[in-house]
Every structure is written in C-alpha cells, then in structure tokens.
C-alpha cells in the first residue's frame, strides 16, 4: 500500500465516531430536566368560582383501573351518569350525556347542534357567559342578537317578550348561574314564552346546579347543560348536557351537519345508547378515569338529596352574606333572592388592591378567592362555596382570611 494510501485510511479510521450508537441517534432534544422531578400537587382551600375541592371519595374513584371505553362495564356506567344527570337537572328526556369535555364543550354542543348558518339566536347577556354564546353562534354564521343589562341584574319576562317577538330566533341563551356577576337568574314561565314565539330555550347551569332550584322539565327548558367541577365536586373534563323532545325534532332534522364532529349529537346519541339502535358504534374514547369520576359525584348527590343541596347552599351563603355585611363589606347583587348561591360577589373594598388581597390571601392562608370576570372584572372579589365546600366552617375560614387582608394590605389614603 502506498504511504499516500495509508495516509487516507487512517485519517477516515481517526474521523469516526468511538461511540457508534450516539452517531446512529436521531434524538436531538433531550429528557427534560424538569420532568425528572416527582411532582406534588399543594393542597389548598379552592373557594373561587370553581374548580372546587375533590372529595377523597371521588378521588379514589378516579384512581380505579382503566377499562376500555367500549366495555359492558363502561356502558353500565354511563348509564348510571345519564340516570344521575336526569336528577340533578329533574328532566326524563332519554336524549342526556355527559359530554367529554368542560363547559365550554357542551356550550358548543348545543349551539352547534340546534343552530345553522343563517338562523337567529338571541343571547341574554348579564355578564360573560352570554357573551360567550354569542361569540360561539357568530362563528357558525348564526344571525346573533343580544339583549344586555348591567352587571349584578337579570332580565323580566316582559323584556324577553318583547326581544323574542322582535328578532325571531330559533334558540334563546339565558345563563341560570352567572358566575361572573353572581347572579341567579328566575327561569319561571320563560319556557312557555319561548315556546310561544317557536323558539327553543337554552340554559347554562355550571355554576347553579344541584345549588339552587331547577326543574327542567317543569321550567320548559329545551336544552340544559352544566359541568363536573363546581358543585359536584368532581374534576374538571366531563358536561352533563339533556335535550328536550322539542329540541331533539330541531336537532335531528337539520338541513346540514353541525360543524363539529366531535359535538355531533348524531354521533353522541348513538355513543350513549339513546338513539334506540342495537349498536353502539365508536365515536371517541371516553375518558374513563373522568367518568368514574362523575358517576361517583353524582351518587353522592343522589344520596344527599337535591333538595337537601339546594337548601344547604342557600342556608350557608346567607350565613356568608351576613357575616360578610358585619365586616362592612358590601354584596354586588343589591336583590337578595336574585343571589347565587354558589358564587357571592363582593364589592371590592374602596381603596385596596383587589389582586393584593387575593394574592395575600393565598399566600397566607392557603386559600383561593377570585377577582371579577368579564364585566364584572376590577369590581368585585368572587367567592364559591360548592358542594362540600359549601359549609359554615368554610364560609368563617373565608371571613377570617379577608379580615386579616384587610388588616396588612395596603390601602391608598384616597
């Protein structure tokens, strides 16, 4: 061999690699540092608008082991949610699931269900829930139309006449439980004047089922739906949402399909065996482990009683709301029956920092309070009090934190 040769040989032998497993390696991102940490979720005291504190029960029922979405058992347990919903919500409408997904999912479920493009909708808007359905009909090429009040109050049934006969909808959003103002709002006889005018009549009850009345069936409500977190207690990520026989005729006769697969009630209803087919066809894996979840909030319900929820919630807000007012802090919602009791806002105390005080607050006493949302953002505290979180030793654990907020947090001379 030539020495010009051998030069070659070597210089390509000293160019490779002496690791050849690292030079076959497409990774070029590493293990994250931060992930090699075991993580410890705080316990805190969760008394804002939601979501609210897990109970141990419902946590161990989350921790069960998976089974498959499409199994015996999985079915039975669906089953047994869509008899818990019919309670919470007093409807015996077949067509009630639980959508997978928050609020906000079954939010658009059913408004990109009852509504197609070109139709009217009609939102009232007493704070952002209203805006929210608004938004959400707007971007399906619904014809939207709004009636709005002033934070903290609600509408009359002359009002909502009058703004039905004018605009024509196919759909009414009114929201039962405004969170962000702390408003429940009265849905007697609203149904019927809906259904005068050839409209259907949605409602949002996150914030107020199993916290305050609500009778579908008896108020007319068309489509209702609500969420896992506030007063069940169970996490966030499952809807609980019922369609009436009236609002099903709408639904399944549309001249176009909703926009939405996943939202599609053709889909769901068939998912959740209330189509009345043989067969269940697989539309999506459910989230199982939320599903146990649900299911075992809404047992504990069914065990407490729903009227015994309901007067619970009320008798403590109002415990809350004196105390409140012995401090000297004034309640948002001036109509006493007009109070959510789930949700209180307070008016922000002149001269403080509302963010300081939540901020204080958390640090100080491990304890969660809100400020505004929407318009009601900068002038209140928002304060929940759901489900088992809705006791007096929560409410004297809440005033005993503001009290002390209101002694070290700054307040200007102005």
């Avoid at 030539?2 to 210089?11: M, P, Q, T």
């Avoid at 829930?129 to 903290?152: D, F, H, L, P």
Wanted: hydrophobic letters at 40%; proline letters at 6%; a neutral charge.
């Amino acid at each position: 061999m030539s020495g010009e040769r051998c030069v070659s040989v070597r210089l390509l032998t000293e160019s490779r690699p002496t690791n050849p497993a690292r030079a076959m390696s497409s990774i070029t991102v590493q293990p994250p540092k931060c992930l090699q940490k075991t993580f410890v979720a705080p316990r805190r005291h969760m008394f804002g608008p939601g979501p609210s504190n897990v109970p141990p029960r419902i946590l161990a029922a989350g921790a069960e082991p998976i089974i498959g979405h499409m199994h015996p058992e999985m079915l039975e347990i669906m089953s047994d949610i869509k008899s818990g919903i019919q309670y919470a919500f007093q409807t015996q409408n077949n067509m009630t699931i639980a959508v997978s997904g928050t609020g906000h999912t079954a939010m658009e479920c059913a408004i990109f269900n009852a509504v197609e493009p070109g139709e009217g909708v009609l939102t009232a808007v007493n704070g952002i829930w209203g805006e929210r359905a608004a938004e959400m009909a707007e971007r399906i090429g619904a014809r939207v139309n709004s009636i709005v009040t002033t934070a903290g109050g609600y509408f009359t049934s002359e009002e909502i006449d009058r703004a039905l006969a004018k605009h024509k909808p196919v759909l009414f959003f009114l929201t039962h439980g405004e969170s962000s103002t702390g408003v429940v709002h009265p849905l007697d006889g609203i149904g019927d004047i809906c259904h005068k005018h050839n409209c259907l009549f949605l409602v949002d009850c996150v914030a107020s089922m199993g916290g305050a009345p609500l009778h579908m069936d008896k108020q007319g409500i068309d489509i209702l739906y609500s969420g896992s977190q506030k007063v069940l207690n169970a996490p966030p990520g499952t809807a609980p949402i019922s369609f009436s026989e009236r609002a099903c005729q709408k639904v399944f006769n549309r001249k176009t399909k909703p926009v939405s697969f996943f939202l599609d009630m053709t889909w769901l209803a068939n998912y959740w065996g209330c189509d009345g087919k043989p067969a269940r066809i697989y539309h999506h894996t459910a989230p199982v482990s939320a599903f146990y979840s649900l299911r075992e909030s809404l047992a504990i319900l069914a065990e407490q009683g729903l009227e015994n929820s309901w007067r619970r919630h009320k008798e403590v807000a109002e415990y809350f709301h004196e105390g409140l007012e012995n401090m000297g802090l004034k309640l948002f919602v001036k109509d006493k029956n007009a109070r959510l009791p789930t949700v209180t806002t307070i008016v922000a105390p002149p001269g403080y920092d509302w963010k300081e005080i939540t901020s204080y607050i958390m640090k100080n006493h491990n304890l969660e309070i809100s400020g505004g949302l929407g318009p009601s953002v900068g002038q209140v505290l928002r304060v929940g009090l759901m489900g088992g979180n809705s006791s007096k030793a929560s409410v004297d654990m809440v005033l005993e934190a503001l009290r002390d907020a209101l002694r070290y947090c700054h307040k200007s001379k102005v």
